[in-house]
């Protein structure tokens, strides 16, 4: 499966963004679509993840509250909505998707072997 990023962009600290990770080749059904995200000079960090059977979503206690992730119902997308953006949220963000991921491992890039190519997030103070 191919994966899109898109939905990046500049906003000031408080506002809100969109991403999507629009699959091609196949559905998400089955699958675990994640966000991963990475500032210059820092490690790729594990923000949420979606079962895409509904079983369970899992978001990263840096973004919980502010996150969200959802999907269309043709099981192709994955949306991260986030709101009250903070400087510190500024990164290029990576979809990722697996169809065997363990839900303890959710969180850890080496269970993805699908990634998109990124979109920017910059949040200005």
């Known amino acids: 499966v191919q994966l899109q990023a898109s939905g990046g962009g500049l906003v000031q600290a408080g506002g809100s963004l969109r991403l999507s990770c629009v699959a091609s080749?196949?559905?998400?059904?089955?699958?675990?679509v994640a966000w991963f995200r990475q500032s210059p000079g820092k490690e790729r960090n594990f923000v949420a993840a979606?079962?895409?059977?509904?079983?369970?979503?899992d978001i990263a206690e840096s973004v919980k509250g502010r996150f969200t992730v959802s999907r269309d119902n043709a099981k192709t997308t994955m949306y991260l909505q986030m709101n009250n953006l903070r400087p510190e949220d500024t990164a290029v963000y990576y979809c990722?998707?697996?169809?065997?991921?363990?839900?303890?491992?959710?969180?850890?890039?080496?269970?993805?072997?699908?990634w998109g190519q990124g979109t920017q997030v910059t949040v200005s103070s």
């Open positions: 990722a998707s697996s169809p065997s991921v363990i839900r303890s491992n959710v969180a850890a890039q080496t269970a993805y072997g699908y």
């Open positions: 979606l079962k895409f059977n509904g079983d369970y979503t």
């Open positions: 080749g196949r559905t998400f059904r089955g699958y675990t």
